[in-house]
């Protein structure tokens, strides 16, 4: 039947098909996941896995970071502060479901986090908060975000699964036997076939009374009694070992007040047949839900109480219960610390908050508690925070911040400081510009490269060991972000000295690290370069968002200097010079679409030198052996290509004869060794290995074919116009289609590159 738009209308048949099949894989899915249980059914469960079923909320948030897998980190010397292996956890990555945005880099903090937690899981308590710190933007929040939205996941995972429990109260025909509840005070009548009140049908409840503090279904069991129940499901031998691991909110915790008061009452009421008070138990999976509050709660900075208790409404079903029961004062308890409980609770920009409004934090972070009016709540809750540098700083001068400092755990979040890492901030963005106008190739590189350079300090010779201290003070910024990002080291360095800078990578990264200005708190954020990238590609003198139009609003952004404290930093010895900064950036975005460029212009084939470097190292060997080589064709040993050597030495400068030039000879062979011994298995990259030679042969090339390049150069500046020739035309077409077909530009941006390039270096 078709409804006037081209689909067709479904009949009642089919939509009564659909839900029957709903209803199928609901009720399947109830069962399986266990929703509702006895109280004998759950100790079952707790008898199946007892590690997964008493865990803490420390171990259960370490446990689920280990579910979803972790990887190492290949080079620890990239990442300073946490000390052994740094891992990545995928729980940090960008998940389908949409729950959290992708963490970029901070493997150093991930890890810093989950050792924290596993200290807590050992200790059996959560005795300190964690609080991130640092600059505006650099990724708190988001990875407390991560942590929440992987715990969410996790309790809907079978290794996951979180239960608490509510008191259920029956009519009286319910109960077999005429035990009326209106009248119900224990003992008197007659017994029950019943076993248990959890799975009575709605209709034969008479109340329900839930737990908002979602106590853990195992503080039923009176404190004095559990170790010794716990050993007859795992046996005396492991009971030990399982009870050092359970968190003291399970080995010495009690019910909370209210649950306390109802237990207690029914034991009376029951003349303490335990099993009698244990039919009312309903115990109920639940799933943490950031959305839903439910165990996983965001408390924002404006000031409001974080737990507050209630009379508990007495509707006509609870005025109904047993009189044991009706003489109570039950009080419900809320707010955001009591939603929190059994997960995770975020303070956003905790000191955002006059510091008296969470002086409670001391005691709850100490005893695993909070007073709420004429009740304490004991919580297992994860407490993390996240601040500011500047708040933190004016927190520290407080007459009471060395009490808190005993209950808080200070963890660093700077900037990031390797470019590769700081592209991946953008993607999200550029592809969503990317949907309305093309973004060319580099833009990524270009915000980030800037970004990084803001960021870095000036290393101080006085903090280096003498072989090195005239090294690292003489580097630039590009120099020592090349550094951090790739470990790249500069061109103008001899071998061993090389060897030596790369050594010294970590001792860079921890320099300032004990000091508040550390390296990564000062610089452009991730926020502002955003704002910077949206600027540019709304701004209609480009077709395409490009580094060209990234660096024009770069060139305004940096006059804003009364905005930004980084701005206003002094300059020294070419560090913090934002304006300065676009400048090197446009350097060395010539560098690339240079050699882009005449890639495309099928000028040579960058390859070459590549090859020549591993012929020359080939043949130099065998000539300081003193050993012959195979000619592939004829079969003949002959001796090593000397004019190969020699042109090569000729061009990259080295010495002419005698001991110095057996010494280059030598070290050139070392190299290699070196960098195979660094990088087994691999084949040996020999641009890597001497990036300075390597240029070298580039530039001497280029100086050989100046007359070529000039000509073809020529030609392209003149396409596009009405009398180019044809020789140029075809050129100029040729290049800007592998540039696209290549490396992604289309027409407009690969234009702008070619005549960018024209311009600022090859016009006269």
Same mark, same amino acid.
């Given at each position: ?6 689909g067709k209308q479904? +009949?009642s048949?089919s939509a009564k098909?659909?839900v029957?099949q ?11 996941n266990?929703? $509702?249980l006895?109280?004998e059914?759950y100790?079952?469960? %707790?008898?199946?896995? @007892?590690?997964l079923?008493?865990?803490g ?8 970071m280990?579910?979803?897998g972790?990887?190492?980190v290949?080079d620890?010397?990239l ?5 052994g292996?740094?891992y ?5 990555d ?5 729950l959290?945005r992708k963490v970029v880099g901070?493997?150093?903090v ?5 050792n924290s937690?596993k200290s807590f899981?050992?200790?059996g308590v959560?005795n300190?908060?964690l ?8 990724a708190?929040?988001?990875?407390i975000?991560?942590?929440m939205a992987?715990?969410?996941?996790y309790?809907h995972?079978n290794t ?8 259920v109260f ?7 036997g005429g ?6 005070s224990g ?5 029950s076939?019943l076993?248990?009140y959890a ?11 839930p737990c908002? #503090?979602?106590?853990h @279904? ?11 129940? #716990?050993a007859k499901f ?10 050092? /691991? ?5 080995t010495?915790g ?11 009452a029914?034991? &009376?009421?029951n ?10 138990? /309903? ?7 950031r959305?839903?509050?439910?165990g ?5 900075p404006?000031?409001?109480? +974080?737990?507050?208790?209630?009379m *508990?409404?007495m509707?006509?079903s609870?005025g109904?219960? @047993?009189?044991?029961? /009706?003489?109570?004062?039950l009080?419900s308890?809320s707010? +955001? ?5 059994r997960g995770l609770?975020?303070?956003s920009d905790? *000191?955002k908050r006059?510091?008296d409004?969470f002086?409670?934090l001391?005691i ?7 007073n709420v009016?004429?009740?304490i709540?004991?919580l297992?809750?994860? *407490? ?6 500047l /708040?933190?700083?004016?927190f520290?001068?407080?007459p009471?911040?060395?009490?808190f400092k005993?209950?808080?755990e200070?963890i660093k979040?700077?900037?990031?400081l390797?470019v590769?890492?700081e592209?991946?901030i953008?993607?999200p963005d *550029?592809e969503?510009v ?5 973004v ?6 270009a ?11 000036k290393p101080?010779s006085?903090?280096y060991?003498?072989n090195i ?5 003489s ?5 020592k972000?090349s550094?951090y990002?790739?470990?790249e080291v500069?061109?103008?360095?001899n071998?061993?000295d090389?060897? $030596?800078?790369?050594?010294?990578i970590?001792?860079?990264k921890?320099e300032?690290?004990?000091?508040p200005?550390y390296?990564?708190r ?11 990238l949206?600027a540019?590609a709304q701004?209609?003198?480009f077709s395409?968002?490009?580094p ?9 952004f ?9 701005l206003?930093?002094d %300059?020294k010895?070419g560090y913090? +010079?934002a304006?300065?900064f ?6 060395e ?8 460029v005449?890639d495309?212009?099928?000028l040579?084939?960058r390859?070459?030198?590549e ?7 080939q043949h %130099?060997a065998l000539?300081?052996?003193?050993e012959k080589?195979k000619n ?14 020699d042109?090569?030495?000729?061009i990259v400068q080295?010495?002419k004869?005698?001991?110095e ?9 070392t190299? %290699?060794?070196?960098?195979? #011994?660094?990088?087994p298995g691999?084949?040996?990259i020999y ?7 390597w240029?070298?042969?580039?530039s ?6 100046k007359?070529t390049?000039?000509k073809?150069?020529?030609?392209l500046?003149?396409y596009?116009k009405e009398?180019a020739?044809d020789?140029?035309?075809?050129l100029a077409?040729? &290049?800007?289609?592998?540039m696209?077909?290549r490396?992604?530009?289309n ?6 590159v070619?005549m960018?390039l024209m311009?600022?270096?090859y016009?006269e």
């Amino acid at each position: 039947m078709d409804n006037g738009d081209g689909g067709k209308q479904m +009949d009642s048949k089919s939509a009564k098909a659909v839900v029957g099949q709903l209803d199928q894989w609901s009720k399947k899915d109830f069962e399986s996941n266990r929703r $509702v249980l006895s109280f004998e059914e759950y100790l079952s469960l %707790v008898a199946e896995s @007892p590690t997964l079923h008493l865990r803490g909320s420390s171990r259960y948030a370490v446990e689920m970071m280990d579910f979803y897998g972790k990887t190492a980190v290949k080079d620890p010397s990239l990442y300073a502060g946490s000390g052994g292996q740094i891992y990545r956890f995928k729980i940090f990555d960008a998940w389908s479901d949409g729950l959290n945005r992708k963490v970029v880099g901070q493997e150093s903090v991930q890890t810093q986090i989950y050792n924290s937690l596993k200290s807590f899981a050992r200790q059996g308590v959560n005795n300190k908060m964690l609080l991130l710190h640092g600059p505006n933007g650099s990724a708190k929040s988001s990875l407390i975000q991560s942590l929440m939205a992987g715990l969410e996941r996790y309790s809907h995972e079978n290794t996951g699964a979180l239960y608490s429990f509510s008191w259920v109260f029956p009519v009286e025909k319910a109960v077999k036997g005429g035990i009326g509840l209106g009248g119900y005070s224990g003992g008197s009548t007659k017994e029950s076939t019943l076993t248990t009140y959890a799975k009575l049908p709605d209709e034969e409840v008479l109340a329900r009374i839930p737990c908002e #503090l979602r106590d853990h @279904p195992f503080l039923l069991i009176p404190a004095s009694q559990r170790k010794s129940a #716990l050993a007859k499901f795992i046996g005396d031998a492991k009971v030990e070992e399982l009870w050092a /691991q359970m968190p003291h909110y399970l080995t010495r915790g009690d019910l909370s007040h209210r649950n306390k008061l109802i237990f207690d009452a029914l034991m &009376t009421a029951n003349n303490g047949d335990l099993k009698k008070v244990l039919m009312h138990i /309903q115990v109920e999976r639940f799933y943490l839900s950031r959305r839903y509050r439910e165990g996983l709660v965001t408390i924002e900075p404006q000031m409001h109480v +974080d737990a507050q208790y209630q009379m *508990l409404t007495m509707n006509r079903s609870l005025g109904s219960l @047993p009189p044991s029961l /009706q003489s109570l004062n039950l009080f419900s308890l809320s707010g +955001d610390l009591i939603d929190g409980n059994r997960g995770l609770v975020e303070y956003s920009d905790l *000191l955002k908050r006059p510091i008296d409004s969470f002086k409670y934090l001391l005691i709850a972070c100490e005893t695993g508690s909070v007073n709420v009016g004429n009740s304490i709540a004991h919580l297992d809750t994860l *407490l993390m925070g996240s601040t500011n540098e500047l /708040q933190l700083d004016a927190f520290k001068e407080f007459p009471d911040f060395m009490s808190f400092k005993a209950r808080i755990e200070l963890i660093k979040v700077p900037y990031l400081l390797s470019v590769t890492e700081e592209k991946e901030i953008y993607q999200p963005d *550029l592809e969503q510009v990317n949907q309305e106008k093309h973004v060319a190739p580099h833009t990524d590189w270009a915000l980030a490269l800037w970004a990084v350079l803001t960021r870095l300090k000036k290393p101080n010779s006085i903090n280096y060991p003498p072989n090195i201290s005239s090294i690292v003070s003489s580097m630039t910024p590009l120099q020592k972000s090349s550094l951090y990002s790739d470990g790249e080291v500069p061109e103008n360095l001899n071998a061993e000295d090389r060897k $030596v800078l790369r050594a010294a990578i970590r001792k860079l990264k921890e320099e300032y690290g004990a000091i508040p200005y550390y390296e990564g708190r000062m610089g452009a954020s991730p926020r502002e370069m955003k704002s910077i990238l949206h600027a540019a590609a709304q701004n209609s003198e480009f077709s395409c968002l490009t580094p060209l139009a990234v660096m024009r609003e770069l060139e305004e952004f940096v006059k804003r200097v009364t905005e930004y404290e980084f701005l206003k930093q002094d %300059v020294k010895d070419g560090y913090h +010079d934002a304006a300065e900064f676009i400048s090197v950036v446009r350097n060395e975005y010539l560098n690339v679409i240079d050699r882009e460029v005449r890639d495309c212009m099928g000028l040579y084939d960058r390859n070459q030198w590549e090859d020549f470097i591993k012929k020359y190292v080939q043949h %130099v060997a065998l000539a300081i052996k003193k050993e012959k080589i195979k000619n592939p064709i004829t079969g003949k040993m002959e001796d090593p290509d000397y004019a190969l050597i020699d042109e090569f030495e000729k061009i990259v400068q080295a010495p002419k004869e005698g001991a110095e030039r057996d010494s280059f000879r030598q070290n050139m062979i070392t190299q %290699v060794g070196a960098w195979s #011994l660094d990088h087994p298995g691999q084949t040996v990259i020999y641009a890597r290995v001497f990036p300075e030679y390597w240029h070298r042969l580039e530039s001497h090339y280029y100086e050989s074919q100046k007359e070529t390049l000039t000509k073809m150069h020529n030609a392209l500046l003149l396409y596009g116009k009405e009398d180019a020739m044809d020789e140029g035309k075809t050129l100029a077409l040729k &290049t800007i289609e592998n540039m696209k077909k290549r490396l992604g530009y289309n027409d407009e941006s690969a234009k702008e590159v070619i005549m960018f390039l024209m311009k600022s270096r090859y016009r006269e």
